[in-house]
């Protein structure tokens, strides 16, 4: 359950320009070095890393330091930080500065800079910018999801129920395996809208896709601020016990299995 109480002594919508400006700066950061060529190094995780992934760590963490000094800072790009110091935080900035760093690599500019406050273990604020098109999507708690195109006004977006003829999935291009395969087939009747990083929770929250499992391994900053941009469209991030997901709640920065889903109380779970 949503604590609608959370966040209500800050000015979200007046932070939330802010961050929407730091996710633009981060992008143009981003674009430097996609049109430039750029070299690629593995992670102790052995996931990928570019030099824009570390532009975008630099030009957030720094923004954030500015506008919000005594708020810490957790980004993918981070130095560890244990649970124990972790465990203090009510309320700190989770960041992926590059979400879709494989989607970067093969250049098709399914990529985003995911920027998310956090307050007692729920994402208040989301903003979410696409370098490659300037496309915004950011929400915060209480004041609705909203999509911006360049050069026009930003629109509310909004969920849809589940659609009763064939259900509309969005499923990741990096990503797939057999337990995804067997959970589609029970699901029945559907098609695949195959798209890259937060972007197929972006397709939820404006109601341009039904579903999204993700039924393998994600971090805490892939989900943070497509969470509350979900949550505020009208849809929800569960787990697959259909509780919605919660943060810096454990050691492990690992997610559990999740859905995105948009309106309804339809029980996903059950396809398991």
Excluded at 37 to 46: A, E, M, R, Y
Aim: aromatic share 8%; with cysteine; net charge negative.
């Amino acid at each position: 359950m949503i604590n609608s109480d959370i966040g209500k002594e800050l000015d979200l919508a007046e932070i939330v320009k802010h961050i929407i400006k730091l996710s633009e700066e981060a992008g143009a950061g981003i674009l430097k070095v996609y049109e430039s060529g750029f070299s690629v190094t593995d992670k102790k995780d052995d996931t990928p890393l570019t030099e824009a992934d570390l532009a975008a760590h630099n030009i957030i963490t720094k923004g954030l330091a500015k506008l919000t000094p005594d708020i810490p800072v957790l980004s993918e790009e981070s130095d560890e930080i244990s649970f124990a110091e972790r465990s203090s935080w009510n309320r700190y900035w989770l960041i992926d500065p590059l979400d879709g760093t494989r989607e970067f690599i093969k250049q098709n500019g399914e990529f985003t800079v995911n920027i998310a406050l956090i307050d007692r273990g729920e994402s208040i604020l989301g903003v979410i910018q696409v370098p490659v098109n300037s496309i915004l999507y950011y929400a915060w708690r209480n004041g609705g999801a909203w999509k911006k195109m360049p050069d026009s006004p930003a629109e509310k977006i909004e969920a849809r129920y589940p659609s009763e003829e064939q259900l509309v999935v969005a499923g990741s291009r990096s990503h797939s395996n057999e337990v995804i395969t067997n959970f589609l087939d029970k699901v029945g009747s559907h098609r695949i809208f195959p798209m890259g990083s937060s972007l197929k929770s972006c397709l939820i929250a404006e109601g341009q896709a039904d579903l999204y499992p993700r039924l393998g391994p994600t971090s805490e900053w892939d989900t943070a601020a497509a969470q509350c941009i979900v949550e505020e469209s009208g849809g929800q991030l569960t787990d697959t016990a259909m509780r919605p997901l919660r943060y810096n709640t454990k050691e492990s920065l690992l997610n559990p299995h999740f859905f995105v889903f948009g309106k309804g109380e339809h029980d996903w779970s059950n396809y398991l």
